[in-house]
């Protein structure tokens, strides 16, 4: 379950952001946004805790009220929403790690449309540094299925919050009250963070929490918007052409690109994917079939949420492990027949 909770209850009942954590593998799980316990992931390269909160941004009178999970956290800041991430890798990276946010299709932008993605573009590089990544992708008809995806990445110094837990020793829990109060804030020295930030060494042994929030200012995930850059609401579908997004943590192979210069573009052979979430709006939801593709190796059928706690690290974490799915699931997450 999510906290203690089945995962049918654990679905707000405000307009929230519902999504796949691992999507297309044998560990994708359903997952929705403002749990009472942090949802737990693993691959080759690491595992680790990922906390998602989001305020409930299209139901004014409940997020004013602050009668929703971390209400109280988010009471008399601008930020709309907060993800917190501890880490604990298992080997060496074998680059530089990165914050990215990807679309799976390629859009292509009309000369107005190219105009409102760069004046986007620009008003996130104001929030989160000059170092944002940004491509349009590349058109997959005429490259070829090795075409670069569109996507929006970002340095570890995009981070807004940052503590260090040496090895043996126990790091914070992502839901604790007082976490806001831990460790290095971006907010209070910006360059001291960033040097601090680009001298990082991440390697096995000591646990890395980050918190991450800077550009919520502008993008809304559960209005499924940008605000703040046009007089005008800009629909995330203006850029990504339809949910859903990922939302990703990866590192870059080194890679010769023609003529033996150095590759820049970030093209999916070259990713190791340290955390990877295909994310939607309950606002915007996806179709039955489109959420049934992420979990390919399940039917649809039955589900089964439980909290086996068969190891010291998987017991600090919620959970779910599906064999298959439910019509509730479908109910809550995705598109209604019209």
Known sequence: GIGGRSIFSAFPGYGHTAGVLNPGTSRAVMVV????????????NC????????RPTADPAIDSSGAWPYGDHFRGRRRLWEHRFQLHFKKELDGPLLLGLQFDQYVPFSGASKQMSNLVVAALKRVSGPDLYHSCGEDPKIVGA???????????????????????????????????????????????????MKQLQLQPGPTYT???????????????????????RIS???????PPVDCTLYTLKSD????????????????NYLFRLTFWSSLTPLSKERVAAMFPLRKLTAVTAVDDASDAKRSVASKIKAKGFFGQVFECCTARPT
């Not at 995330?236 to 339809?242: D, S």
């Not at 010769?256 to 990713?271: A, D, I, L, M, P």
Request: charged share 20%; aromatic share 16%; glycine share 8%.
């Open 146 to 196: 090795d075409a670069e995806k569109p996507i929006l990445s970002m340095p570890l110094w995009a981070f807004d919050q940052f503590i260090f837990t040496e090895a043996g020793e126990k790091p914070p829990s992502l839901n604790d009250p007082n976490f806001a109060k831990l460790g290095v804030l971006q907010t209070t020295n910006r360059k001291h963070f960033i040097t601090k």
């Open 33 to 44: 946004s403002n749990p009472a316990e942090p949802f737990y992931f693993e691959n080759e």
């Open 256 to 271: 010769k690109g023609t003529g033996g210069t150095n590759e820049t573009r970030h093209f999916e052979r070259r990713k």
């Open 210 to 232: 980050f918190a991450f929030w800077g550009i919520s200012q502008i993008v809304d995930c559960v209005k499924w918007d940008i605000a703040g850059v046009l007089p005008m």
């Open 236 to 242: 995330f579908n203006k850029l990504c052409g339809q």
């Open 47 to 54: 595992w680790g805790l990922w906390l998602p909160m989001f």
